[in-house]
């Protein structure tokens, strides 16, 4: 029993330690979102401004992937003075994306007729998550043209209904890429998400 015990402890611990270093693993990334009040013009990383629907935390997680831990910045001029930050102090890379820069991307009508006529599909990855107006193109851009199935049976069919034109992620995480590529198998469900942790949320949860 108090192994058990040991072990939950140990747990938490870690699961702390990832809410309060989220980056610890991009330092690019923590060296950018650390110092944003003295930069012009940081949003955050694009996973700590999505907040998913219950549920879909590891579908949206799988659809995101690296972009997740891109950060978010106002425009062009705001990136390029980010990367001279991070060259100066030697504080490691990051992928930036410049609001200004992103563009919506759809599921066109008849794609999106043949996932609502099939038992598995449950809807579009930008539907199933919450953010702020300003970022709805960013959600576009990033999963506006991305799948949510069940089950890798349901997206493997809808898949060849749709002549493998979209990439279809499941509930449990599992992914086939345009084209027809699978990525999947067995995760450890061990690591915490950024997802929707802002540093409002996090500041919130630790209170």
């Known amino acids: 029993f108090e192994a058990k015990i040991r072990k ?3 747990k938490e611990t870690f699961l ?3 809410l309060d270093k989220p980056f610890e693993s991009q330092l690019g ?32 997680q799988t659809a995101l ?48 007729l043949i996932c609502q006529h099939d038992s598995g ?5 930008s539907d199933l998550l919450d953010c702020d107006e300003r970022y709805d193109t960013l959600n576009k851009s990033l999963l506006g ?10 997206a493997n069919r809808l898949s060849k209904k749709l002549n493998k034109q979209f990439k279809i992620v499941t ?7 345009r084209g027809g590529f699978m990525s999947g198998g067995y995760q450890r469900n061990n690591q915490t998400s950024i997802l929707g942790r802002s540093e409002e949320h996090t500041s919130e949860l630790q209170s």
């Open 121 to 125: 599909f449950m809807g579009v990855a």
């Open 16 to 18: 702390q330690h990832r």
């Open 29 to 60: 990334v923590q060296a950018i979102v650390e110092n944003k009040r003295s930069l012009y013009g940081v949003h955050d990383a694009v996973g700590r401004l999505f907040t998913p629907h219950d549920k879909f935390e590891i579908a949206i």
């Open 65 to 112: 992937a690296a972009a997740m831990m891109h950060v978010v910045m106002e425009d062009d001029e705001a990136a390029v003075g980010a990367i001279e930050f991070l060259k100066k102090n030697r504080s490691g890379r990051a992928t930036f994306i410049p609001l200004t820069a992103v563009r919506a991307r759809y599921v066109n009508d008849d794609a999106l």
């Open 171 to 177: 509930l449990e995480g599992d992914v086939i890429h």
């Open 145 to 154: 043209n991305v799948l949510v199935t069940e089950t890798i049976d349901d």
């Open 8 to 10: 939950l402890e140990q």
